[in-house]
């Protein structure tokens, strides 16, 4: 079966919009009040600023959720949200807080969804889930009336392993939610059904002077979405003093492909292929050297390109099939038989481009016997040279007289121009 032309064509520029692989991202508690000025969250907007091609999920939490059901945020949130979805950078994402053990999850996504479009979250978080399997029936109904009030991300923290039912919910699942010194890769499920690129972890209580390159760069290598250190105990208070350093380490890791997609399709995804896979501890050793030089890239780059010049090429070839559809030459004669003598006849034009109209008639068809003719050329030839019909009306079978009224149409059946 062949695809029209523009199909193919669609489906390149499609891919050249794709993003290529993308490395891992901050997700960030902003558990705390930007107040009228955004003053308090003002570092965080510098650093946002500064790493265009850095994922960042920021949580808002103004009042343990969004506030009194139904309610617009403080003035702070109107005037601040919007800087966190920076237009200098297109990967930053605001989710909305809600926490289950409230007891109003659905109206506080729908306190959300009523607010402006100017400070609205993107996307929806929710808190100390239990994950379970019996629950899962629960979690899908809050899952599916966030995505119908129009938000587009959907997030939960489980604290720890989540049944696999829950990944398909979701687009990030929270699976670590604990101390640093306790933390080990092998803890987290990678499977097929519970792919590491929609889980993300949270470390608390890290040394300020421990770096955690190696960490991360292990992490980015296992294809893990998401990650927040820091060296507080809880998510409020403000940023950890290591949090322009921690997002540094976390932009360099970006550019590190993970090593399971190195042999597979290329893509964090495919790091899920293996039902139970061998996962390295937080050890230096096991992870990739933080001076490994970039090549995402490059090799983004030029596929991009290759990708590019693919359109064209397809384009190119689509423009002149169209020209040689409509520039062919016509036939030179098109006969009609009927099933008796006519002295005269008309021959009727409607091209594929508008079925069903009358666009034009040639009063001076060649009329012999039971044959009816019309010229390809000349004053008597069809309008249009573009595929279409040609019908055949006469006053009668005999067409001894005057012309037919248009419709009263001969034998044989409409012939189809399929010239290309």
């Given at each position: 079966m062949k695809l029209p032309c523009w199909v193919l064509s669609g489906c390149v520029w499609a891919l050249s919009l794709a993003p290529c692989i993308r490395g891992l991202a901050a997700i960030v508690p902003l558990y705390w009040d930007p107040d009228s000025t955004c003053a308090r969250w003002n570092s965080y907007f510098t650093i946002i600023d500064a790493h265009p091609s850095t994922t960042f999920y920021t949580i808002i939490n103004p009042n343990q959720g969004p506030g009194v059901n139904g309610s617009q945020p403080r003035s702070g949130y109107?005037?601040?949200?919007?800087?966190?979805?920076?237009?200098?950078?297109?990967?930053?994402?605001?989710?909305?807080?809600?926490?289950?053990?409230?007891?109003?999850?659905?109206?506080?996504?729908?306190?959300?969804?009523?607010?402006e479009t100017t400070y609205?979250?993107?996307?929806?978080?929710?808190?100390?889930?239990?994950?379970?399997?019996?629950?899962v029936d629960t979690y899908s109904v809050y899952i599916s009336h966030a995505k119908a009030q129009g938000f587009t991300f959907t997030a939960l923290n489980a604290g720890g392993a989540a049944d696999a039912a829950y990944f398909p919910l979701v687009d990030l699942i929270n699976t670590y939610d604990s101390a640093y010194s306790s933390f080990k890769?092998?803890?987290?499920?990678?499977?097929?059904?519970?792919?590491?690129?929609?889980?993300?972890?949270?470390?608390?209580?890290?040394?300020?002077?421990?770096?955690?390159?190696?960490?991360?760069?292990?992490?980015?290598?296992?294809?893990?979405?998401?990650?927040?250190?820091?060296?507080?105990?809880?998510?409020?208070?403000?940023?950890?003093?290591?949090?322009?350093?921690?997002?540094?380490?976390?932009?360099?890791?970006q550019e590190i492909v993970p090593s399971s997609t190195r042999s597979s399709t290329g893509s964090q995804a495919s790091s899920t292929q293996s039902t139970t896979s061998s996962i390295p501890t937080n050890s230096s050793s096991a992870s990739p050297s933080s001076h490994s030089k970039p090549t995402a890239p490059i090799v983004g780059g030029v596929l991009g390109g290759l990708v590019l010049i693919l359109g064209l090429v397809l384009v190119a070839v689509c423009m002149r099939r169209r020209?040689?559809?409509?520039?062919?030459?016509?036939?030179?004669?098109?006969?009609?038989?009927?099933?008796?003598?006519?002295?005269?006849?008309?021959?009727?034009?409607?091209?594929?481009?508008?079925?069903?109209?009358?666009?034009?008639?040639?009063?001076?068809?060649?009329?012999?016997?039971?044959?009816?003719?019309?010229?390809?050329?000349?004053?008597?030839?069809?309008?249009?040279?573009?595929?279409?019909?040609?019908?055949?009306?006469?006053?009668?079978?005999?067409?001894?007289?005057?012309?037919?009224?248009?419709?009263?149409?001969?034998?044989?059946?409409?012939?189809?121009?399929?010239?290309?």
């Amino acid at each position: 079966m062949k695809l029209p032309c523009w199909v193919l064509s669609g489906c390149v520029w499609a891919l050249s919009l794709a993003p290529c692989i993308r490395g891992l991202a901050a997700i960030v508690p902003l558990y705390w009040d930007p107040d009228s000025t955004c003053a308090r969250w003002n570092s965080y907007f510098t650093i946002i600023d500064a790493h265009p091609s850095t994922t960042f999920y920021t949580i808002i939490n103004p009042n343990q959720g969004p506030g009194v059901n139904g309610s617009q945020p403080r003035s702070g949130y109107q005037a601040c949200v919007q800087s966190l979805r920076p237009a200098a950078n297109p990967n930053a994402i605001v989710l909305g807080y809600v926490d289950i053990r409230v007891g109003t999850v659905v109206a506080d996504i729908d306190t959300y969804a009523g607010w402006e479009t100017t400070y609205r979250p993107n996307g929806i978080f929710l808190d100390n889930v239990t994950a379970t399997a019996d629950a899962v029936d629960t979690y899908s109904v809050y899952i599916s009336h966030a995505k119908a009030q129009g938000f587009t991300f959907t997030a939960l923290n489980a604290g720890g392993a989540a049944d696999a039912a829950y990944f398909p919910l979701v687009d990030l699942i929270n699976t670590y939610d604990s101390a640093y010194s306790s933390f080990k890769a092998s803890s987290l499920s990678n499977a097929t059904s519970t792919p590491l690129s929609k889980q993300s972890v949270w470390l608390f209580d890290a040394s300020t002077s421990t770096s955690d390159t190696s960490l991360l760069n292990q992490l980015g290598s296992l294809g893990v979405a998401a990650v927040f250190i820091t060296n507080a105990t809880s998510t409020g208070g403000g940023l950890p003093p290591n949090f322009s350093a921690f997002v540094n380490n976390v932009a360099s890791v970006q550019e590190i492909v993970p090593s399971s997609t190195r042999s597979s399709t290329g893509s964090q995804a495919s790091s899920t292929q293996s039902t139970t896979s061998s996962i390295p501890t937080n050890s230096s050793s096991a992870s990739p050297s933080s001076h490994s030089k970039p090549t995402a890239p490059i090799v983004g780059g030029v596929l991009g390109g290759l990708v590019l010049i693919l359109g064209l090429v397809l384009v190119a070839v689509c423009m002149r099939r169209r020209n040689r559809a409509t520039s062919g030459p016509a036939p030179e004669m098109v006969p009609f038989q009927t099933e008796a003598s006519m002295t005269s006849a008309t021959l009727h034009w409607v091209p594929n481009s508008s079925p069903g109209a009358e666009v034009s008639s040639s009063p001076g068809a060649v009329v012999t016997g039971k044959r009816a003719f019309i010229s390809g050329a000349g004053s008597t030839s069809p309008q249009s040279p573009s595929p279409g019909t040609v019908f055949l009306s006469a006053a009668s079978e005999t067409a001894s007289g005057s012309q037919a009224e248009v419709g009263d149409y001969l034998n044989p059946p409409p012939y189809s121009d399929s010239r290309s």
